[in-house]
């Protein structure tokens, strides 16, 4: 991942979206779109040696698996709603954005529930001794 690549694509297409937006405003979103796409391609491409140094941490530690996986999957739930967020901010929708950015706190704080099961146990264990 070349962070000179992805911000001169980001600059190059906010120019290129701005310039539709005064002339032909219906392709300014999609020159958005097809720039977020492109990025997160890019970008996603790269995670795969961060999730295999993960993967390689947790081998070496006596954590359960599904912590980290947890963990992953908060992260994907953060980066997706962001995008879509900021993608209907771009095309004006505040009030849905919002309502994404809620959906999305709530899916996150649904996954983690067995994660703050095993703290309380664990708190809870240790208070009882």
Known sequence: MDIITIVGVGIIGAALAVL????????????????????????ADSLTPVLDQLNLLLDNTQMPREYIEILIKSLGI???????????????QGAI???LEIAGKLAILLISLPLFQALLSIVTTLLTV
């Open 20 to 43: 539709f937006k005064q002339y032909k405003p219906e392709y300014s979103l999609a020159v958005s779109l097809i720039v977020g796409v492109i990025i997160f391609a890019v970008v």
């Open 78 to 92: 953060c980066f997706i709603t962001q995008i879509a967020c900021d993608t209907c901010k771009d095309a004006g």
């Open 97 to 99: 954005s919002s309502k």
